[in-house]
């Protein structure tokens, strides 16, 4: 009997765990824009709620503002954008790039300690924003009005180079944008994306979603985040008109779909944490959609049969320009229970999983993923974070020179479609044996009565190595969970040490400034209520009442929460707001906005509010 070989699998190393996107395509930025405002001058080109600017008008107002920096901002320099998603907020991304500066987006309210950082860090040349959260140097400067619609009181800010410590920092030759991450000292890490990076992912996305004239993109993810660059640049680059999103829809998943029909929204964006509250709902019938990529987490499930848009999911570190890898999920196919992959390299992206001398490994084995090709970003303004992060590639590698260290947990299967596993600085020690917590989550979620699980670490209480501590979010519709019995299902899959020694049922999660869950924050409210002796008695509360205060405790991670406090004050976002109205519609049948829950004084009255409007006792 002869065996027939496999066949090879286009793009991998034979029985190495390295993998090459097909070969890419460059593609320019401000250039096609600017041609499409010639081609298409009257073509809309973007909606800002009631506005609706043309490709050409946009054109000049771009260009408005470019003559506003101009003459006090040179090529290479940063200009820091303290903008919600508006006409402003687009104008001024096109007019930095008209005049060559280099694109810094920070968001509406980055924050008085992190804005003050980068003013000191990173002197950028400008920062455009509400004057009154700008950092004293800027705030005390030079301020010109911006010349945009909505931008009333919206100042381009200039700093006197004596206040700030120096000259403004030049980003790298040939950098598009810097962006920030999280950095382990506190402070972010400003990472600098060169155009032909930009120009690539573009391209690819273009071809992928075929997004072209007439189609309809949205305006969604957080302005500080590197999507949002590439929703914003997709558009504008195609021919597409680029429409804002309401705040709204960016607390809450019903209102979202219903704006993405009353809009006519074709391509969008979204969140992991967003867009799987999304998908776990029935999908709208006639939705103009026929692409959502969603990224930034880890994807916990897979579309329905309903869901008639293809879903992409995507995985990629800022530092290697928004997406590395793709795994996309068509309408009307099976895509299975578990967790999708994070697939394959896009055109142009080398993926190769290594251990930790970072030689590839053969496929199948876990290790840390490495990323080069034609996405890697410039490197930080950090010659050093620059040198740790970004290093030589394998002699055996071909087609780049550096890769770069995720510090990401993942494997390569036979056809070379890569699984997310963690993070390795996750991993811990339990009775001498090295834990991965993801590995422990990705069990409990076999059990069909466990929508969500999140696992973390403490000092094992009897002193010496680490404990276990899971924490459930049971399925919508399942039966009721015993905590006892979800472990005794979960040990078969583990080794005796990675079985939770506590598991604690929560109703939603806390998350943090990105979207993700807020580990730290379900350990702190763990260790809060062990020191109180558990939760006090609250029998004198409505059920509404309690409800109202269970769910919000379990979702911002704050056990000592009171009906007096109010949801935003106590750390609430606008994730976790779409995650409150999900809860509260499930718990108590009443279907809120967010504008109307922010309103809100305190979360007595949210309370309040959802027993005038609940049929079985406002009837």
């Known amino acids: ?138 705030r005390d400067g030079r301020h010109l009005p911006l010349a945009a619609p909505g931008a009333h009181g919206i100042v381009a800010a200039f700093a006197d180079p004596a206040a700030t410590g120096g000259s403004a920092v030049k980003a790298p030759r040939g950098a598009q944008y810097t962006v920030l991450t999280s950095g382990s000292t506190g402070l972010p890490k400003a990472v600098a994306v060169g155009q032909t990076a930009l120009g690539a992912l573009l391209t690819w996305y273009r071809e992928l979603t075929g997004l072209g004239r007439g189609d309809r993109h949205s305006l969604l993810i957080g302005v500080a985040f590197d999507p949002h660059l590439m929703e914003l640049w997709a558009a504008l680059s195609s021919g597409a008109a680029l429409v804002v999103a309401p705040d709204a829809v960016r607390w809450d998943p019903a209102a979202l779909t219903d704006w993405w029909r009353t809009a006519g929204i074709t391509v969008g964006v979204l969140p992991t944490p967003l867009a799987e509250p999304v998908l776990d709902r029935p999908w709208p019938a006639d939705l103009a959609l026929r692409h959502l990529m969603v990224g930034g987490d880890r994807l916990r499930r897979a579309p329905g049969p309903d869901v008639t848009a293809t879903v992409h999911n995507a995985y990629g570190p800022a530092e290697a320009t928004v997406v590395t890898t793709v795994h996309t999920m068509p309408p009307g196919v099976g895509h299975g229970a578990g967790a999708p992959p994070i697939g394959r390299p896009i055109p142009g992206a080398i993926v190769l999983v290594t251990d930790e001398n970072g030689r590839p490994l053969p496929l199948g084995e876990a290790g840390e993923l490495r990323i080069g090709g034609q996405g890697l970003a410039i490197g930080y303004l950090d010659a050093a974070l620059t040198a740790e992060r970004f290093v030589s590639a394998p002699d055996e590698v071909d087609g780049t020179d550096r890769v770069y260290r995720t510090g990401d947990r993942v494997m390569m299967r036979p056809d070379g479609v890569l699984e997310f596993l963690g993070r390795l600085d996750d991993q811990v020690k339990v009775s001498g044996v090295r834990i991965e917590p993801a590995e422990v989550e990705a069990a409990l979620e076999r059990d069909p009565r466990v929508r969500r699980a999140a696992v973390v670490a403490r000092p094992a209480p009897a002193g010496g190595g680490a404990q276990l501590l899971a924490f459930v979010q049971p399925a919508a519709d399942g039966e009721p969970v015993d905590g006892a019995l979800l472990l005794d299902a979960v040990r078969p899959w583990l080794p005796e040490q990675a079985v939770p020694g506590v598991l604690r049922l929560v109703d939603t999660f806390p998350l943090d400034a990105n979207g993700k869950i807020d580990r730290a924050a379900l350990l702190k409210a763990e260790e809060t209520a062990a020191q109180q002796g558990g939760r006090p008695a609250e029998e004198a509360l409505t059920p509404t009442e309690r409800t109202v205060l269970r769910l919000c405790r379990d979702l911002l991670g704050r056990t000592g929460l009171t009906l007096a406090d109010n949801f935003l004050d106590a750390g609430g976002t606008s994730v976790t707001a779409a995650r409150l109205l999900a809860a509260l519609e499930e718990a108590c049948g009443v279907r809120l906005r967010a504008p109307l829950l922010l309103r809100q004084p305190d979360l007595r009255a949210v309370a309040r509010l959802l027993d005038e409007r609940r049929p079985d006792i406002a009837g």
């Open 1 to 138: 009997m002869t065996t027939t070989p496999a066949r090879p699998v286009p793009g991998l190393l034979p029985g190495r765990s390295v993998a090459h996107g097909s070969p890419h395509r460059d593609g320019a930025v401000l250039d096609l824009f600017t041609s499409w405002a010639r081609r298409t001058p009257h073509a809309p080109a973007l909606t800002d709620g009631g506005l609706t600017l043309g490709y050409a008008e946009l054109d000049r107002l771009a260009d408005a503002v470019a003559g506003q920096l101009a003459e006090h901002v040179r090529p290479g320099e940063l200009v820091g954008l303290c903008l919600d998603h508006s006409a402003a907020l687009v104008a001024a991304t096109l007019a930095v790039a008209r005049i060559g500066a280099v694109h810094l987006p920070l968001g509406p309210r980055p924050g008085e300690r992190r804005l003050r950082a980068v003013a000191e860090q990173l002197r950028p040349a400008c920062l455009i924003g509400d004057p009154a959260l700008l950092p004293p140097a800027h």
